[in-house]
């Protein structure tokens, strides 16, 4: 998904460009550019996420500007890949959203006629298609070229000595808005919201050209008129489509999320780095470090390979790790921590690999390959669809280096994902909000699990919240249990059931209120549990997915009960820059 | 013109099938339903569209958002009634808008006809009136609106697709949209009968069956996917991307064939069936005149015909459905279907067993070599022994 915002009016165009990028970078935020027309047109580019303070864009004066922001899927975000593309003689610019499936050919035939590409995106023939055909009517050389393009666009152009910005849509959203004295264009209303209520909707096979006196239409070659609406959203409203907040709607995503992650790495070649592993090293920070630690148990469990999980900021002070791989796991791919450990892998030669939700950002070149997590944008603070992408991408290592043990948990383990949705939580979170203190315990590969619980639950409700090895509790933390203080336990069917039905007995002759997640239909679980949350039937890995989605669900309803601010917790930031 | 759809019930007389999402998600032709009354409204050029959702609210809100509709949703919290649902919208209506049911398809055209008369309610001939809202007319006008009679005055019925204005908002009094009707007539209002054109509802899980047949063909047809030579591929058909279509299969159309499924070898896809994402298929076996939804299994040398097989639910081999006509009680009502099977979601058949006209509970267990019939039909998380 990529965002794409065109001014044309009497104010200066470009930081109002950004500003409506800026609103757009929901859409995507891995790099963005813009072009703005004066008497020649300028065009600038950057990797990264939008900054709007940049003297540069600020000095421009020119009142007529095209921007983009990108979330690269196919090609990694760099100057050259960012938009806006331009033709052989840099006077025509476009932003693009969308795909063009016949590029290749096109860019073919365009090569052969001797135009020069500077970069790998389908766009670019787009731009030097119109070059052929601009003769100074900017809005006859785009009608000209759209019937040449199979796929789908909604793409703005603008070219030196031609006033106005040409617009066209087919399959991909775009939108106008209509104030005063100046006409915007944007992927979606929300970045109109800043300057008028007023829009005008377009339809596919729709071409329009941007006035600051308004927009006129076309369609199959033929003047259109479309009704100007009125628009009363709020652009929260809007960006979180119906969901009360980014947290739930990611929640949501996650089985999609999730198979999309798998199939696509799945169908890729086995990397180069995952042949031969003697052992692995991963190094992460918060919750990726806590399926980096579940990592550890599925590979232990299934291939045999000695795999050991540090906390990013502690790697440097060990030796280093022999002949590991060193996977380093981070969702923005720019945590500071996480990056100086990989680089100090680097310095002592290791194999690296990234896994990252960011295509291009630093992880990713720092590293031999990337395992891409294909999550897309997270907003929430608190990370879920990425701790299951996270998952996806750790299944998929530890089924190649079984040699294809878990290829069928990995199909189906989106429906273990979406069973866990359906779930009601409401009795497990009547229990939970009066809490000061809660602590959650399991064991194997629910140990990991229970830490992720209860940082999903300190992070967001601010109740104290600790994650234990359910054996552990009694080395100590016991002292601390009381009538007062619930109990979350994970325990699912297997070896580890008998030793966590005799853990939470204990707790239970203590008075201490117990939710617990396991087999719904175990007489056992039922007499000792004050709640009894079910997971699916299934193997491991499917009660894994479960519990992950069921905590993170106590975790959100806890926190909207206790009315806290769930996409922003207080004192924390989403992506730490910093050691 | 705005544009509110209501979809906020469980639709209760498609269970089994309603578990996981409301009546307004379930694919027809791998198209929810909702999806058609959209793309009706946007094609009509309504694009301030409000969707009501109550039972399941995120999935359909999921949905919305995946599928990238120009949509704002609000939410219902209880079930309680259509009118009480329109009311949840009443904050974002200025203007004149449209009502409709987010779970019965309805066709562009209809729409075009009835947006342009406030207070106009779109009404359609049925051959059982009594399941819906009958209405009286007389020289174009609405005289009376009767909610599921017993005996029904007529053969015309309210589609619950009406057009109003801001002011409809003051009958609302009791739960249900036709009380609010009632009552809007009773002052004296005036409301025209617009005829539809195309308009549908499935209101038992077997009445899905023939709406998969008339709307199955709607898609255009594509052939994604990997298609083995030799396979034969005949008429309206679509495959979805990564599907794999293996050697010695058989697909006529109309059929659809949704993404990531695995077909064969030597499988049968008959006419007027639907397969979802990820569905199996397996060899020898032969499905046809059915909806399969999302991650479903039919095991080798399977039969199922007149069937709707719910999500992630596994049909072991050998496991045949047989058409019939049963008479069955369905809340307190005795009505009459003919299927070969309804299957809830995540349901485990064993090998050899055989479903007649029979309705399978979700989660329920079939060990191998049983037969179910409808007189048994099983509540959710049975077990047949």
């Known amino acids: ?579 | 013109m705005q544009a509110v759809i209501l979809a906020a019930g469980e639709g209760k007389r498609l269970r089994p099938l309603t578990r996981s999402r409301p009546k307004a998600l379930i694919p027809i032709g791998n198209v929810p339903i909702i999806d058609y009354v959209i793309e009706a409204l946007l094609a009509c050029g309504i694009r301030d569209i409000i969707v009501v959702a109550g039972y399941r609210r995120e999935q359909v809100i999921s949905h919305l958002n995946s599928a990238g509709y120009p949509v704002r949703v609000v939410v219902q919290d209880r079930p309680l009634g259509t009118a009480h649902a329109l009311v949840q919208a009443r904050e974002h209506i200025s203007e004149r808008f449209l009502v409709l049911p987010g779970d019965n398809y309805i066709d562009s055209e209809s729409i075009a006809r009835v947006m342009d008369t406030k207070d106009a309610v779109l009404v359609k001939d049925h051959p059982y009136p009594s399941n819906f809202g009958v209405v009286e007319i007389r020289r174009g006008y609405v005289t009376r609106i009767v909610e599921k009679p017993e005996q029904a005055p007529g053969f015309t019925i309210s589609t619950g697709i009406f057009s109003l204005g801001p002011d409809f908002f003051d009958f609302i009094g009791q739960p249900d949209l036709t009380d609010a009707v009632s009552a809007f007539l009773g002052s004296g209002r005036k409301l025209k009968a617009v005829r539809a054109l195309d308009w549908q509802d499935a209101i038992y899980p077997w009445d899905l069956l023939p709406m998969n047949r008339l709307l199955i063909r709607r898609g255009r047809a594509e052939k994604a996917g990997e298609i083995a030579p030799g396979t034969v591929l005949q008429g309206h058909v679509r495959v979805g991307a990564g599907t794999r279509v293996h050697p010695g299969c058989t697909v006529i159309g109309p059929a659809v064939i949704g993404p990531g499924c695995e077909i064969g070898p030597n499988a049968c896809i008959m006419p007027n069936t639907s397969l979802g994402s990820r569905v199996q298929v397996g060899p020898f076996s032969l499905v046809g005149d059915s909806i399969i939804l999302d991650d479903a299994v039919i095991g080798p040398h399977s039969l199922v015909r007149d069937a709707v097989i719910g999500e992630g639910s596994r049909l072991e081999d050998h496991v045949s459905t047989v058409t019939a006509a049963p008479l069955l009680e369905i809340g307190d009502e005795q009505v009459k279907g003919r299927f070969g099977a309804i299957v809830g979601e995540k349901v485990r058949i064993g090998p050899f067993s055989t479903l007649r006209a029979a309705i399978v509970g979700n989660g329920v267990v079939v060990r191998g070599g049983r037969e179910v019939t409808s007189t048994a039909a099983i509540g959710d998380g049975g077990l047949v022994i």
């Not at chain 1, 652009?235 to 979180?240: A, C, D, G, K, Y």
């Not at chain 1, 550890?296 to 999980?309: G, K």
């Not at chain 1, 933390?477 to 325990?491: I, K, N, R």
Request: hydrophobic content about 40%; glycine content about 8%.
């Open chain 1, 1 to 579: 998904m990529c965002g794409i915002f065109g001014y044309i009016g009497e104010k200066r165009a470009a930081p109002l460009v950004l500003a409506g990028l800026q609103r757009l970078e929901y859409r995507g935020y891995d790099s963005f550019g813009l072009a703005v027309l004066d008497r020649d047109l300028w065009v600038w580019k950057k990797e990264g996420r939008i900054s709007r303070q940049s003297p540069e864009v600020s000095r421009r004066r020119g009142r007529t500007a095209i921007g983009h922001t990108r979330w690269a899927t196919h090609g990694e975000p760099s100057d050259a890949n960012a938009h806006p593309h331009t033709d052989c003689k840099g006077s025509i610019a476009i932003v693009h959203n969308g795909i063009i499936e016949n590029y290749a050919s096109l860019r073919r035939e365009l090569s052969s006629r001797g135009h020069a590409f500077r970069s790998e995106t389908d766009t670019e023939a787009i731009v030097h298609l119109i070059e052929e055909q601009y003769h100074g009517d900017l809005l006859s050389a785009v009608m000209a070229v759209l019937p040449r393009l199979e796929g789908s666009y909604a793409l703005l152009a603008i070219a030196e000595g031609y006033e106005g910005i040409v617009a066209a849509r087919q399959g991909s959203p775009l939108v106008i808005g209509i104030s005063d004295r100046a006409c915007i264009a944007a992927s979606d209303v929300t970045a109109l919201l800043d300057h008028t209520d007023r829009v005008v909707y377009l339809e596919d096979g729709d071409v329009a050209t941007l006035l600051p006196s308004g927009p006129a239409l076309w369609h199959g070659g033929e003047p259109v008129r479309r009704p100007v609406q009125k628009v009363d959203w709020a652009v929260e409203e809007v960006r979180l489509g119906g969901f009360a907040h980014y947290m739930l709607k990611e929640i949501y995503e996650q089985p999609s999320v999730f198979s999309t992650t798998a199939r696509a790495l799945l169908a890729e070649d086995v990397p180069d780095v995952l042949k031969d592993v003697s052992g692995i090293t991963l190094v992460a920070c918060g919750t990726s470090y806590k399926a980096s630690l579940l990592c550890q148990y599925l590979v232990e469990e299934y291939c045999s390979i000695p795999v050991r999980a540090e906390i990013a900021s502690e790697f440097r002070y060990h030796a280093p790790p022999g002949d590991d791989l060193v996977v380093a796991v981070t969702q923005s791919g720019e945590t500071a921590d996480t990056l100086s450990a990989l680089k100090r892998a680097r310095m002592h030669n290791h194999a690296t690999l990234a896994v990252t939700n960011v295509l291009g950002s630093s992880a990713t070149r720092l590293a031999d390959h990337t395992l891409f997590m294909r999550a897309g944008p997270e907003i929430s603070v608190a990370a879920t669809k990425s701790f299951v992408a996270e998952l996806a991408v750790f299944l998929y290592i530890a089924d190649v280096l079984s040699g294809g043990r878990l290829r069928s948990s990995i199909l189906s383990g989106h429906e273990a994902i979406g069973e866990a949705l359906l779930q009601d939580l409401s009795p497990a979170v009547e229990l939970c909000r009066d809490a000061s203190s809660l602590f959650f315990v399991g064991r194997g590969p629910f140990f990991p699990l229970a830490l992720e619980g209860a940082l999903k639950m300190k992070e967001i409700t601010y109740i104290h919240a600790e994650g234990y090895a359910a054996g552990e509790i009694k080395h100590g933390p016991f002292a601390l249990l009381s009538q007062g203080t619930p109990v979350v336990a994970l325990c699912p069917p297997g070896e580890s059931f008998p030793a966590m039905v005799s853990n939470i007995r204990e707790m239970k002759a203590r008075g201490v209120p117990l939710v617990v997640m396991g087999d719904g239909e175990s007489q056992e679980l039922r007499d000792i549990a004050d709640v009894l949350v079910p997971l699916p039937d299934g193997d491991t890995v499917s009660a894994v997915l479960a519990a992950t989605v069921l905590l993170q669900l106590l975790a959100y309803h806890t926190a909207v009960a206790l009315g806290r601010d769930v996409d922003k917790p207080r004192n924390l930031a989403k992506s730490v820059t910093v050691e």
